[in-house]
């Protein structure tokens, strides 16, 4: 366990009890943070002594933020449930590549003279329609070029592709699908029907083409060799009467994107970790509710995330709140290398433990304030608040840093507008009494300023921090504070306090409505209170009526002695004067 003795104000996360002898005990998770924060600040006011020993997490401590978990862990674990049935992607299914589409086959004429080609003549009726030009396109200059261009130079190599018959039984064979030699062999066989249809007999096989000799022009068309039904393709087109307009290509159908992989699926305990622990903080919870309750989630989340921090690339939320869990079961090197995990996956809160662990000597290695404040600083760059509030106060102290009272102010600014309340609290000390500054005052910082202590005193209590609810109460009925008084919020923000069973605020709230201040008077429910902050043992008589401006109320004096006499605590007459008597019972009636 490591204690820390001081003189100065407690804080969340440690049995506080404002005044001298304040003990620190690091029992499971924020305790640590505490720890880290109050130790630092009261080394400003006092003496510290940290004694870095095992912590003794079988004793549940009795301050405010200080929750253990049970310390045996359980006996069944949950094994990371990773899912391993991943379906594979949905194959590719390549669509038929549609055709193009070609113009008319014109079936080269049969020539007796070489040298002079036959021209074409228009298709006969019920032949394959003609090519048409685009609409809109300008086919003037294509009959000028049509005109006078000499197909001569056209390559020989090149063809045009039939078009298909029409005759489906021709075209296509069963099973398969038109390729290039299937469409060529197509075409053919339409040229021989134009001839029969022509002629009434298929066209004679022409002579094969022959290369021209050196120095003459090439032999514009040339009569395709053998069968015209081969494979090859036909070389050259006959000169056309008519103007051919552009070939419009057909456009290939659109190709489906594939179906997307299906996504991965996520470890269930990993969404039930997060679920039921709630956020990864490495701050300290604001009271001693906040404090249960973060307990209890912790317990409930320990199989999930125990379970989902041994999965393959866990979150670093999810290795932190393991980290904790492992803590809580005394486990403190399973917690330490959790959390070095998640600080590797730059989280703030992480950096902020593993700080905290060598300040205080959890640490593998035991205490290192080198290796704290580097830990610090890494969760400042991160935008932690908690690391931004330890490391503040370890410049109020200079313990691993220098003193430098400008920084620890900038660095609990920070913290406080990103809505840490410790952080809050801390700074509205800082201004109220120049807490942290060397001769308490700082002009060019603005210290001391009871207003702006003021206001982050509201903004720590409305952050659920009762200590700085009860004591900005205070200020608010005490005409030397420097703040302005208003009874009606001393009385609303003493009520936050009493309602969360804070034993001072109780009583606090009984002196309010003894005296009617900021409430309708009434003395019976004064005498009820006071009787509830003596039942808890941590009021003592003398105590008790803390800040009354004054003797006793007589009805609430009667009230009280009627109390005490129906508890056996009280023989003497019900006159209103609180002697030796009431006095006497009053101190059975708490314990001491």
Same mark, same amino acid.
């Given at each position: 366990?490591?204690?820390?003795?001081?003189?100065?104000?407690?804080?969340?996360?440690?049995?506080?009890?404002?005044?001298?002898?304040?003990?620190?005990?690091?029992?499971?998770?924020?305790?640590?943070?505490?720890?880290?924060?109050?130790?630092?600040?009261?080394?400003?006011?006092?003496?510290?002594?940290?004694?870095?020993?095992?912590?003794?997490?079988?004793?549940?401590?009795?301050?405010?933020?200080?929750?253990?978990?049970?310390?045996?862990?359980?006996?069944?674990?949950?094994?990371?449930?990773?899912? #391993?049935?991943?379906?594979?992607?949905?194959?590719?299914?390549?669509?038929?590549?549609?055709?193009?589409?070609?113009?008319?086959?014109? @079936?080269?004429?049969?020539?007796?003279?070489?040298?002079?080609?036959?021209?074409?003549?228009?298709?006969?009726?019920?032949?394959?329609?003609?090519?048409?030009?685009?609409?809109?396109?300008?086919?003037? /200059?294509?009959?000028?070029?049509?005109?006078?261009?000499?197909?001569?130079?056209?390559?020989?190599?090149?063809?045009?592709?039939?078009?298909?018959?029409?005759?489906?039984?021709?075209? #296509?064979?069963?099973?398969?699908?038109?390729?290039?030699?299937?469409?060529?062999?197509?075409?053919?066989? /339409?040229?021989?029907? &134009?001839?029969?249809?022509?002629?009434?007999?298929?066209?004679?096989?022409?002579?094969?083409?022959?290369? %021209?000799?050196?120095?003459?022009?090439?032999?514009?068309?040339? @009569?395709?060799?053998?069968?015209?039904?081969?494979?090859?393709?036909?070389?050259?087109?006959?000169?056309?009467?008519?103007?051919?307009?552009?070939?419009?290509?057909?456009?290939?159908?659109?190709?489906?994107?594939?179906?997307?992989?299906?996504?991965?699926?996520?470890?269930?305990?990993?969404?039930?970790?997060?679920?039921?622990?709630?956020?990864?903080?490495?701050?300290?919870?604001?009271?001693?509710?906040?404090?249960?309750?973060?307990?209890?989630?912790?317990?409930?989340?320990?199989?999930?995330?125990?379970?989902?921090?041994?999965?393959?690339?866990?979150?670093?939320?999810?290795?932190?709140?393991?980290?904790?869990?492992?803590?809580?079961?005394?486990?403190?090197?399973?917690?330490?290398?959790?959390?070095?995990?998640?600080?590797?996956? #730059?989280?703030? %809160?992480?950096?902020?433990?593993?700080?905290?662990?060598?300040?205080?000597?959890?640490?593998?290695?035991? @205490?290192?304030?080198?290796?704290?404040?580097?830990?610090?600083?890494?969760?400042?760059?991160?935008?932690?608040?908690?690391?931004?509030?330890?490391?503040?106060?370890?410049?109020?102290?200079?313990?691993?840093?220098?003193?430098?009272?400008?920084?620890?102010?900038?660095?609990?600014?920070?913290?406080?507008?990103?809505?840490?309340?410790? &952080?809050?609290?801390?700074?509205?000390?800082?201004?109220?009494?120049?807490?942290?500054?060397?001769?308490?005052?700082?002009?060019?910082?603005?210290?001391?300023?009871?207003?702006?202590?003021?206001?982050?005193?509201?903004?720590?209590?409305?952050?659920?921090?009762?200590?700085?609810?009860?004591?900005?109460?205070?200020?608010?009925?005490?005409?030397?504070?420097?703040?302005?008084?208003?009874?009606? @919020?001393?009385?609303?923000?003493?009520?936050?306090?009493?309602?969360?069973?804070?034993?001072?605020?109780?009583?606090?709230?009984?002196?309010?409505?003894?005296?009617?201040?900021?409430?309708?008077?009434?003395?019976?429910?004064?005498?009820?209170?006071?009787?509830?902050?003596?039942?808890?043992?941590?009021?003592?008589?003398?105590?008790?009526?803390?800040?009354?401006?004054?003797?006793?109320?007589?009805?609430?004096?009667?009230?009280?002695?009627?109390?005490?006499?129906?508890?056996?605590?009280?023989?003497?007459?019900?006159?209103?004067?609180?002697?030796?008597?009431?006095?006497?019972?009053?101190?059975?009636?708490?314990?001491?």
């Amino acid at each position: 366990m490591v204690r820390a003795t001081h003189e100065g104000t407690a804080d969340w996360g440690i049995s506080a009890v404002k005044g001298f002898g304040l003990t620190v005990a690091v029992a499971m998770i924020w305790p640590l943070g505490a720890l880290a924060q109050d130790a630092a600040g009261a080394a400003g006011s006092g003496d510290m002594v940290a004694e870095a020993v095992p912590p003794d997490l079988d004793q549940e401590s009795d301050m405010a933020g200080v929750l253990i978990l049970d310390g045996t862990p359980p006996e069944v674990v949950l094994e990371p449930k990773i899912v #391993t049935d991943m379906p594979g992607a949905t194959a590719k299914q390549q669509p038929p590549v549609a055709a193009e589409a070609v113009g008319d086959a014109i @079936e080269p004429m049969k020539q007796t003279d070489h040298s002079t080609p036959e021209v074409a003549t228009a298709p006969e009726p019920g032949a394959p329609a003609a090519e048409l030009p685009l609409p809109g396109s300008d086919t003037s /200059a294509e009959v000028a070029e049509s005109d006078t261009a000499d197909t001569r130079d056209a390559p020989q190599g090149d063809a045009v592709e039939p078009a298909p018959s029409g005759d489906p039984a021709q075209d #296509t064979e069963p099973g398969l699908e038109n390729g290039p030699d299937r469409a060529e062999e197509a075409g053919a066989e /339409a040229g021989d029907t &134009a001839d029969a249809a022509a002629g009434g007999a298929p066209a004679t096989p022409a002579a094969p083409v022959m290369e %021209p000799e050196a120095g003459t022009a090439p032999d514009p068309v040339g @009569e395709p060799a053998g069968d015209t039904s081969a494979t090859e393709p036909e070389a050259a087109l006959a000169p056309q009467d008519e103007p051919v307009g552009e070939v419009i290509e057909a456009v290939p159908a659109p190709v489906p994107d594939p179906a997307p992989a299906p996504a991965p699926q996520a470890d269930p305990n990993i969404a039930a970790c997060l679920d039921l622990a709630g956020s990864a903080t490495a701050g300290v919870p604001a009271g001693a509710a906040q404090a249960a309750a973060r307990r209890a989630a912790l317990i409930a989340a320990a199989p999930a995330c125990t379970a989902a921090a041994a999965g393959e690339d866990a979150p670093a939320e999810v290795l932190f709140l393991a980290a904790e869990i492992a803590q809580g079961r005394r486990d403190m090197a399973t917690a330490f290398g959790l959390l070095e995990q998640a600080a590797a996956k #730059t989280f703030g %809160p992480a950096e902020t433990r593993l700080g905290d662990y060598y300040l205080f000597g959890l640490a593998p290695g035991g @205490e290192d304030a080198t290796e704290a404040i580097a830990h610090y600083q890494a969760a400042v760059a991160l935008d932690d608040p908690a690391g931004m509030t330890t490391l503040a106060l370890m410049h109020r102290v200079g313990k691993g840093v220098a003193r430098d009272a400008t920084r620890m102010v900038a660095l609990l600014g920070e913290a406080a507008d990103a809505g840490y309340h410790f &952080a809050q609290y801390r700074l509205a000390q800082t201004y109220l009494t120049g807490e942290g500054i060397p001769g308490r005052r700082d002009d060019g910082l603005g210290i001391p300023d009871p207003a702006k202590a003021a206001a982050f005193y509201t903004a720590a209590a409305e952050a659920g921090n009762i200590t700085a609810a009860l004591e900005l109460a205070a200020l608010y009925g005490d005409p030397a504070s420097g703040v302005a008084e208003n009874p009606a @919020e001393q009385a609303r923000l003493t009520r936050m306090a009493s309602r969360a069973g804070l034993p001072d605020a109780i009583a606090a709230m009984g002196v309010l409505y003894e005296t009617g201040r900021g409430v309708a008077q009434n003395p019976g429910v004064a005498a009820g209170l006071y009787v509830k902050a003596l039942e808890s043992g941590k009021v003592g008589f003398e105590s008790l009526r803390k800040g009354a401006p004054g003797g006793w109320d007589f009805e609430t004096a009667v009230a009280f002695q009627r109390i005490l006499q129906e508890r056996g605590l009280y023989d003497g007459a019900l006159d209103g004067v609180i002697g030796p008597g009431s006095a006497a019972g009053a101190r059975a009636l708490a314990g001491n």
